[in-house]
Nanobody
Framework: QVQLVESGGGSVQAGGSLRLSCAASGYTISRYCMTWFRQAPGKEREGVAG???????TYADSVKGRFSISRDNAKNTLFLQMNSLKPEDTAMYYC????????????????????WGQGTQVTVSS
């Protein structure tokens, strides 16, 4: 059974940083694409950053240069380093994992991901 558990969310002031983690069990993250999504109240879920099995990354334009996705295969954990946070980054953040092994592009479309975590809240105040 695949489980994804996010952690690291919290409340910060604008300009601050947070590092989100997504611990996987029942699933070997090194073989699959994994992506971070976020959803703010009243808005659609959007892809933020993705990473392939070979480490190729994809970022939404809104977070390029500020967010960095990475993976520790030994710990089977996905990370999202978020710097220079803005109030518009406030959302519930979810990690998601593909069921297709060795994907070549980590697209930021939610329908491409099979497994989802429960989310961790990020709140950025001005």
């Amino acid at each position: 059974q695949v489980q994804l558990v996010e952690s690291g969310g919290g409340s910060v002031q604008a300009g601050g940083s947070l590092r989100l983690s997504c611990a996987a069990s029942g699933y070997t993250i090194s073989r699959y694409c994994m992506t971070w999504f976020r959803q703010a109240p009243g808005k659609e879920r959007e892809g933020v950053a993705g990473i392939t099995s070979i480490g190729r990354t994809t970022y939404a334009d809104s977070v390029k240069g500020r967010f960095s996705i990475s993976r520790d295969n030994a710990k089977n954990t996905l990370f999202l380093q978020m710097n220079s946070l803005k109030p518009e980054d406030t959302a519930m953040y979810y990690c998601a994992a593909s069921s297709s092994a060795w994907c070549v592009v980590a697209n930021l479309y939610s329908y491409e991901y099979t497994y989802w975590g429960q989310g961790t809240q990020v709140t950025v105040s001005s």
